[in-house]
């Protein structure tokens, strides 16, 4: 389905600067980067403190200390000879790694050259690029990304540093559109992650996630070696039908276009359609072992991030506690 996106600020007011590909020269483009990076800065700094834990919090590469095993626990950390030696499990503890190499998976498939409200939700995933490239920088860490729109994918390798991180963006929003009537492939993308064979860091999937959901398999592959998050980029058009009567929907990825009349029982099954299909989506990337973060273009989308992030910190906070007391 597609629609004229416009440009300008969420109804929360948060700038959210239109990003479109062959349509901005390059001053223009240095200048949306620029206010997208300015804002991220204003409303995360002061609100995020600490490193990439911050984000997802989970295990390092280095081993730590052993301790008593407690319900929920990785059972790939398990010490079987501290287990052997007391007769009781135990796992072993991991050191946060001192630089983190993280991967972005960005989906720029045609169904996300959509929005109804504020931006596209193109616009909306080289944002929560820049979110997630902001809260895991500095200290030596590096980033990468590979871009895919079912027609062509880029792969940016992990660098560190501010001026790879603008040019990895810039390589982000640049990103030509698919040809009408290409499908995403973000299975294919997210097989990327695998070869060449990476340490472990944190691998980020920035997709509407509309369509099959053949990736499944590849993503559990990922997560074996890698910690996960899921960003999910919606708008209200993906979720409902408004009351339009006769309207004209166009499918970018399959090139088909058909008419409907938006009766209230259209509307109604679209809605349980719709929910249906984000159900799945996220019991399939929780069994993944990813959270996701749910980010709307109708939203203020850096409030949702810092939402996600103190929740994550408090529930990992909360755990260490309980592990300490016992």
Known sequence: MTTAGSAGASPSGSPLPTLRSGQLRDPELAAALRTLELTVRRRLDGVLHGEHLGLIPGPGTEPGDARMYQPGDDVRQMDWSVTARTTHPHVRQSVADRELETWLVVDLSASLDFG??????????????????????GGGNRIGAIVATGHHSVRIPARGGRLHAQAMLRTIATTPHAPDGVRGDLRGAIESLRRPQRRRGLAVVISDFLGPLDWERSLRAVSGRH????????????????????VVLHDPETGRTREFTTTAQLRADYAAAAQEHRARVEQTLRRCGAPVLG????????????RFVAARRHSYGSRVNRVGRQ
Do not use: C, F, M, Q
């Not at 690029?129 to 809260?135: D, K, N, P």
């Not at 980010?295 to 810092?306: F, K, P």
């Open 295 to 306: 980010l709307r273009t109708d939203r203020d989308w850096i409030a949702d991030v810092v």
């Open 227 to 246: 910690d996960l998050l899921g960003v999910e980029v919606l708008d209200p058009r993906d979720l409902e039908l408004p009351d339009l009567g006769e």
């Open 116 to 137: 109804t409200v504020g931006a596209e939700k193109r616009d909306l995933a080289v944002a929560a690029a820049a979110a997630i490239t902001y809260l895991t920088s």
